[in-house]
């Protein structure tokens, strides 16, 4: 009976022996460390986060471009504004040093997916179609969507159904959600975008567009440089949208910390200090 035993543990099928070896390689070959959380929602174990990447470098870089009074150069060609006050902030609160990296809006996401910096800050609008692409952080700050409009041009014009007209031309930033807004509003006039937010208001102060279309307060604020060209159809802004810090996709750290961080300066009320400054005053025109 011993024997017979013996013979058949000896006479074991190949296949499960087989098996198991197959078995043993395929564990052998599994990097070590890995597991299913490093797919999703953060670096792989041994990457660098981008959080810690800053830190290690010392300095945060900030994609931006210019927009009045969110971002723009004084007279001595630096760079302040709302913007400009809230990166400072978060570079100081992370105890690294600022760097500003001037970029096309048109192409600011697909900069910050090749790298060129590490977040944008530039009073960009939470939009579902930017988020298949990049990470937003909480609002910071809520913006809308305001009208100028020229004063021969539109004269008359009371109301956004009377902009709304084959012979309108209605201008405003390329790729921004102004654009958006203007054909959204207004699809039966005529839309001339510019990349430039200076060539889009130079247009309607030449006269060649009956309305130009921002976040507010820009259009307000050209109206009170310029009263005999141009004039506020309507009071206020038309829509109003969320705006966030746009991030790379796939790293939980600094999302959180971000999050965070606006959360903590949002409740000193620093940040409804600067909105105040840079969009209910005209105090700091005298640096332009």
């Known amino acids: 009976m011993i024997e017979t035993q013996n013979q058949r543990r000896i006479g074991r099928p190949a296949w499960l022996i087989l098996a198991t070896l197959a078995l043993a390689l395929l564990l052998a070959c599994v990097p070590a460390g890995q597991d299913k959380g490093t797919s999703q929602g953060g670096p792989a174990t041994g990457q660098t986060s981008l959080l810690e990447a800053i830190q290690e470098r010392g300095v945060l870089r900030v994609g931006m471009s210019t927009f009045v009074p969110w971002a723009m150069r004084d007279a001595q060609d630096e760079l302040i504004g709302f913007e400009i006050d809230v990166a400072r902030r978060l570079a100081e609160d992370m105890g690294v040093e600022i760097e500003f990296v001037p ?158 961080w606006i959360t903590v300066v949002e409740a000193e009320g620093w940040l409804a200090e600067r909105k105040a400054y840079w969009f209910e005053t005209r105090d700091w025109a005298e640096q332009l």
């Open 103 to 260: 970029t096309q809006w048109s192409g600011i996401i697909p900069a910050l997916l090749t790298g060129r910096f590490d977040m944008i800050i530039g009073g960009m609008g939470i939009r579902p179609a930017r988020n298949l692409s990049v990470n937003f952080s909480i609002p910071y700050d809520h913006s809308g969507m305001a009208i100028a409009a020229h004063t021969e041009m539109a004269a008359g014009f009371d109301s956004l159904e009377d902009f709304n007209d084959p012979e309108v031309v209605i201008t405003a930033r390329i790729g921004t959600t102004a654009a958006d807004a203007a054909e959204r509003t207004f699809p039966r006039a005529q839309h001339r975008f510019f990349d430039d937010e200076s060539r889009a208001v130079q247009e309607i102060l030449n006269g060649r567009a009956h309305a130009l279309v921002a976040s507010a307060p820009l259009p307000a604020f050209q109206v009170v440089e310029n009263p005999d060209r141009l004039f506020l159809p309507i009071q206020g802004t038309f829509t109003r949208e969320p705006i966030g810090f746009a991030l790379p996709k796939g790293d939980v750290d600094i999302l959180n910390f971000v999050n965070s």
